[in-house]
Structure formats: structure tokens, C-alpha cells
């Protein structure tokens, strides 16, 4: 539920409440490629680049194949 939040509130622009939403979700799952890679954008929308690079760079570790993700990294 804490992801599909976070998506909703990507989906309508409230960055903040899809920052803290996905926060909430990477702390149960801390390994999880794609709330790293849905953090990673919330963090770019909000002008966050360090914090987008480590959330990019987590969910290539987790998911090597994670085109998304390494697209954004370059």
C-alpha cells in the first residue's frame, strides 16, 4: 500500500508525500529494487541528486537489468 501511495502521488505531482511514502515502503523493504528506483525519481523531481544517485545506484545493484534506473545514472 505504501508504494502504490507513492506512485499515486508521483502520478499527481505531490512529490513530498510520494518522498515520504516510499521512505516509509524502503524502510520494510530495504532491498527492493523498484522503491529504490521510484524514491531515486521522486528524489530527482525534487532536486535531490545526491539522494536520486544513491537511490539510482541501489536499484542497479539489486537489478543489474534495471534499464530505468541506469538511464538516469548516466
Known amino acids: 500500500q505504501l508504494v502504490a501511495r ?5 502520478a499527481s505531482g505531490d512529490i513530498k508525500a510520494a518522498r515520504s511514502q516510499l ?22 523531481q525534487a532536486g535531490e541528486r545526491g ?10 545493484a539489486s537489478r543489474p ?3 530505468e534506473a541506469a538511464r538516469y545514472l548516466a
Open 65 to 67: 537489468a534495471s534499464v
Open 23 to 44: 521512505a516509509a515502503a524502503l524502510s520494510r523493504r530495504p532491498g527492493h529494487a523498484d522503491v529504490h528506483w521510484l524514491l531515486g525519481w521522486a528524489e530527482l
Open 51 to 60: 539522494a536520486a544517485r544513491g537511490h539510482l545506484e541501489a536499484a542497479v
Open 6 to 10: 507513492g506512485v499515486a502521488a508521483l
